[in-house]
């Protein structure tokens, strides 16, 4: 329970953050105020969230009250050597084992430990299924359960981590310990939180899948903001439409009941001015949700405002999962149909980077009023929001609908032995490969890298690159192993993206073959003048093509770049350099 002094600090630390009218909804009534399994969240009136003992020591309790429907699962340890835990919960007769015949919902709190919501909106939910009037609801599904997905970050607690937030008093981190961001790391792999979380997916094969964040941003009126890749957006169209036109409306419905208004993921185009418009952000695979949609996996990414009280967020969480266990249960044939089709729809083209329309689209949108003022500080006009509710009606919104780069979606990628962990990236994700035969190394395509521009600073622990390609045919080695990715699979698009060196989070582009931009043999002029003279004149094509370059004057006057490209022609030069190691067969 908060101390009469963390009492204060909890009303006064947000001295800085726009004015909030006074909340009051219906589910403040799923509030506790005495029993063996009263939360911490409840103890403090809905101001604190308890750190990674007393969490445990509570996921011990649910599971001592009730140990026929809760089981406790390690799935794996942080780099600080801290458990991840996870609660399955289920009325099987095993509960070791989840019934078959009921959907799996998989809920995954704290990737970002400081955004806890749903951490301790889970806890109060599973308490009333355990022991309350919500048993019924595991009837109907299977819950895994993952209270804090980022323990270390959760330990590097204080009421400092987040000036954008309001409450709890205390909250944990962004990053892990390592300083990796979690909701980056999705398609490489990097961190022991995201891996023990995919090896969970691969697992129990669940129907929907929830990641809950806290939003930074605008101040606006809506409390539970969520989403999903838009229809136009994703690669598993038939699942969106499903999340958008059978879940959506039956949450959002629950949620008003309860005294939330839930609303669309968004961002400010211009962040001093909502008239701007709104920015329809879509995410790409190094995201839950867009890793999700790739490997057909329903995800649904839940973003509460920031600004609304810590206690108005929790119980909207509650109300939120509440209801899509209500909806999957009731749309669970749907879905699972939408699934199916996707696994067994591979697409001929992937969009593999997108821009922002230029041309918006127009929404209503429930927002605060704001005014403009000179800042001393800045310098610069700032926005001051003045906790007055005001509706902007027909904003302009642009979505990511700009296809800035579409893939061909090859037949199958080959790996060189001299990469197993690409192969180990593979079979963590689940995607199935294997040993390539001889006569499969024919007709195939190697990408060579023509330009290259590498980030200025590490981004995530990695050096990321981005190139532009010349294609050839390859002459793979034959004398190694060489492993096959076909791409006719249910995780094919998330192969594609993780192998194409286009895509925005494709192992290449995260720094996975970074070696083939270094060049360890070189020439010395002395032997590079007579053995080019004898080229020249003995190869009429080279001789023709140094000639055409000698008319630009920027060549014809340096003399690194002109020998520079000799050297190029000779059969000296390193024929791996710069060229992508993973072969294409189309």
């Known amino acids: 329970m908060l101390t009469p002094i963390l009492m204060a600090a909890a009303l006064a630390s947000d001295f800085h953050l726009p004015i909030q009218e006074v909340w009051h909804g219906k589910s403040e009534l799923l509030m506790q105020q005495q029993g063996p399994l009263i939360t911490e969240f409840e103890l403090s009136g809905g101001l604190a969230s308890p750190n990674y003992q007393m969490t445990m020591q509570y996921v011990d309790k649910l599971v001592s009250v009730n140990p026929d429907i809760f089981a406790l699962e390690i799935i794996g340890y942080s780099d600080q050597k801290r458990a991840i835990k996870m609660l399955k919960v289920t009325a099987s007769k095993d509960k070791h084992q989840l019934n078959d015949k009921k959907p799996t919902l998989l809920i995954q709190a704290g990737i970002h430990s400081g955004e806890i919501d749903g951490k301790d909106a889970g806890f109060m939910l599973l308490r009333d299924i355990a022991v309350g009037d919500k048993k019924a609801l595991l009837d109907k599904v299977n819950i895994l359960f993952i209270p804090i997905l980022?323990?270390?970050?959760?330990?590097?607690?204080?009421?400092?981590?987040?000036?954008?937030?309001?409450?709890?008093?205390?909250?944990?981190?962004?990053?892990?310990?390592?300083?990796?961001?979690?909701?980056?790391?999705?398609?490489?792999?990097?961190?022991?939180?995201?891996?023990?979380?995919?090896?969970?997916?691969?697992?129990?094969?669940?129907?929907?899948?929830?990641?809950?964040?806290?939003?930074?941003?605008?101040?606006?009126?809506?409390?539970?903001?969520?989403?999903?890749?838009?229809?136009?957006?994703?690669?598993?169209?038939?699942?969106?439409?499903?999340?958008?036109?059978?879940?959506?409306?039956?949450?959002?419905?629950?949620?008003?009941?309860?005294?939330?208004l839930p609303g669309d993921f968004v961002f400010l185009m211009d962040p001093r001015d909502l008239k701007q418009g709104l920015a329809g952000w879509v995410a790409t695979p190094r995201y839950s949700n867009a890793w999700g949609d790739l490997r057909n996996l329903p995800t649904i990414l839940v973003e509460n405002h920031s600004l609304k009280p810590y206690k108005q967020r929790v119980l909207g969480t509650y109300v939120f999962l509440e209801a899509v266990i209500n909806t999957l249960a009731e749309q669970?044939?749907?879905l699972i149909a939408a699934v199916k089709f996707e696994q067994r729809?591979?697409?001929?083209?992937?969009?593999?980077?997108?821009?922002?329309?230029?041309?918006?689209?127009?929404?209503?949108?429930?927002?605060?009023?704001?005014?403009?003022?000179?800042?001393?500080?800045?310098?610069?006009?700032?926005?001051?929001?003045?906790?007055?509710?005001?509706q902007f009606n027909k904003l302009p919104i642009y979505w990511q609908k700009d296809k800035k780069v579409v893939v061909d979606v090859p037949k199958a990628f080959y790996v060189p032995a001299q990469y197993p962990e690409v192969l180990q990236s593979l079979s963590l994700q689940g995607i199935a490969y294997q040993t390539a035969s001889e006569a499969e190394l024919s007709n195939l395509e190697q990408w060579a890298v023509n330009e290259f521009k590498f980030a200025a600073l590490p981004f995530e622990g990695r050096m990321r690159v981005s190139a532009s390609f010349d294609v050839r045919a390859a002459s793979p080695d034959k004398s190694i192993s060489w492993y096959k990715v076909p791409t006719s699979q249910p995780l094919g698009k998330l192969a594609v993206h993780l192998l194409h060196p286009q895509a925005q989070d494709s192992l290449f582009q995260w720094g996975f073959f970074n070696t083939i931009f270094q060049r360890t043999e070189y020439v010395e002029n002395y032997a590079l003048e007579p053995y080019a003279k004898v080229m020249l004149a003995q190869n009429s094509k080279v001789k023709a093509e140094f000639d055409a370059k000698l008319a630009d004057p920027a060549f014809a006057n340096s003399a690194d770049a002109r020998a520079a490209w000799l050297y190029k022609q000779t059969p000296y030069y390193d024929q791996a350099y710069l060229q992508y190691p993973i072969l294409i067969e189309r």
């Open 345 to 390: 729809n591979l697409p001929s083209q992937l969009v593999v980077e997108r821009g922002y329309s230029k041309e918006p689209d127009h929404i209503d949108f429930a927002g605060i009023s704001y005014e403009h003022f000179d800042s001393e500080l800045t310098g610069h006009k700032e926005v001051r929001y003045t906790g007055k509710k005001q």
């Open 150 to 260: 980022n323990v270390d970050g959760h330990e590097r607690s204080s009421e400092f981590n987040r000036i954008n937030q309001r409450g709890p008093v205390e909250m944990g981190f962004r990053t892990n310990a390592k300083n990796l961001n979690l909701n980056r790391d999705y398609t490489k792999l990097d961190t022991p939180e995201i891996r023990a979380l995919v090896k969970v997916v691969n697992q129990y094969n669940p129907q929907l899948y929830l990641d809950i964040h806290v939003t930074d941003g605008a101040d606006y009126q809506y409390d539970v903001t969520y989403g999903f890749m838009p229809t136009f957006a994703s690669e598993s169209p038939k699942i969106s439409t499903v999340l958008a036109n059978d879940f959506r409306p039956k949450i959002d419905s629950q949620l008003h009941a309860m005294g939330h």
């Open 332 to 334: 669970k044939d749907k």
